[in-house]
C-alpha cells in the first residue's frame, strides 16, 4: 500500500471510511513522522501528542456509529496565529510565548465540528511579519527540498510540514503573500480566498483589513476540501461577508475533458513578466501558460500599471494597522512582562522590548510615524489612495480577462540568512502584495523547478532542484474558479505530486 503519508485527503477519507486503517493509526503515524523528522526542519512550534491522539479516539468512535462527516479523523496542522483553546498560541513571538488561547479562533472550531485532528501548531515570522519564516522567536524554519533555504513566509511552518509530509494539509493566512509564496517555495498549492470569505475572530491580527485565511495544500482538490470547512459567515466577525458558498469539491468538475479551460481568457500583465524575474521562474511559467492554453484558455496581454506602487502602499498600511493592533502587548494583561519593573512606563517599554523581535519593532516605529499627526496625510491617507487605484486598475482589467497570471515570486527559494536588508526582502512580494490591498483571491500552484544552484549548495550536498509557483488572481468571490482551473491543471501535469527530497526519510519508517 501507498504510504500513508503520500495519501490525497481524498484518499484519506476513503481509507478511513473503509476501514483500511484507522485516524488513530494515522495520527500516530504522522506524529512519529514529525517527532523523528521535525527536528531538521522546525515547522512546528507545538506538537500535541496528547489531545490529538484523544481527538483521533473520538474521529474513530464517530466513524463506527456512523456520525463521521467526509474528513472525520484527518490530521491537519495550524498555524500558531489561530488561537486554540487550552493551546500555547505564539504567533511566533516571545511576547505570546506564555499565552494559552481561553478560546477556538473561528477557523478551529471549523476545523474541529468537521472532525479534523489537529497535529499541532505551526511555526511563522513573527506576527506573520515576514517572507522567509525566519523572524519567529522560535528560530528559522527549513525548506525541506533544500534544508539551507527558506521555506518562504510567514505560513513557512504550515508549508514546510505539508512539502516534508509531517501533515496532509494545513490552515494558514495571507496579508501580502503569506499563504502563496511558501506554497511556491515549498511546491505546493495555497489558496488566498477573498477579503471576508474566511473568519478572522481569533485569528492574531497583523493588519486586519489585508488578512486572511486559507487552506495550503499538494493540490488544489485537496485545498477545496480544506476551504469548504474554513469558508462561510461568522457572526463574531464584523468584516466576515454573507455571501453564498460554493461547493468547492463539487466544481472541480470539468464539462469538457479534452478542453476543460474552453473559453477562459487569462490575462498576463506586461509588468508581471518583466525584468527582475529570475529566467527558469520565467520559463516554469510560460511553460504552465502553454499547458493552460492546451487546455482550451486564451491568453490576453494586459497592463496593470500600478504594480509598482503596491509595494510602498503596502509597507505604509500594513505597518500602520500594525501599530495599531499590537498595542495591546502591553505586559499587563497577557503575553510577556518584564521583571521588576520600577514604574508603569517602564513595564510598558522594557515588556515590549523585551517581547517583540527586530522586524516587529521596524513596523511598529513605521506605523506609528505613518499615522502621526503630521504626517498622516502625506504617508497613510496617501497609501489608502494608492490601494484605491489598485483595485480600480485590477477591477479594468478583469473586463478584458477572467482570471490574471504571473509568477508567484520573482525567485525560488533564496538561502537563510541571504536577505539581511530588510527591504530587498519586502521587494520579492512584487507579485503578492496587490491581491491583498483590493481583496481578491488568488491561488499558488507547482509549476515546475529552478534547477540553478549555487556552489554553496553544492559544497553542501543539497543540491535538489527548488520548486517554481504559478500565480492566479480572480474576481471577488472566484475561488471555486481558481480551484478548478488549477485542477483541470494538475490533471495534465504531476508537478504538484513531486516530493522533497527523502533524504530526510532516510531510515525513517514511520
Ligand atoms: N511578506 C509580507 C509582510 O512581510 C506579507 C506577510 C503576510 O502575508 N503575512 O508583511
Redesign the pocket.
Known sequence: MTELHHLSIRELSAGLTSKQFSSLELTQHFLTRIDRIDTQINSFISVTHESALASAQQADAARANGTAGLLTGIPIAHKDIFCTQGVRTSCGSKMLDNFIAPYNATVISQCNDAGLVMLGKTNM?EF????SSESSFYGATHNPWQLGRVPG???GGSAAAVAADLAPFATA???????R?PAAFCGLTGLKPTYGRVSRFGMIA??SS??QGGPIGRSAEDCAYLMQVMAGHDAKDSTSVEQPIDDYVAGLAATNADKPLQGLRIGLPHEYLKDGLDTDVKARVEEALQVLENLGATLVWINLTTTDAAIPA??LI?PAEASSNLSRYDGVRFGHRCENPKDLMDLYTRSRTEGFGDEVQRRILVGTYALSAGYYDAYYLKAQKVRRLIQNDFVKAFEQCDVIAGPTAPTAAYGIGAKQDPVA??L??IY??AV?LAGLPAISAPVGFDTSYSDQDNAQNQCSPLPVGLQLIGPYWSESKLLNIIHQYQQHTDWHTKRAPLALDAGVKA
Open positions: 515570522d506573520a511579519m515576514g517572507s513566509g510567514s505560513s493566512t495571507d496579508t501580502g503573500g503569506s499563504i509564496q497583523y493588519a489585508l488578512d503596502y509597507y500594513a526582502m519586502y520579492g512580494d503578492t502584495i491583498n
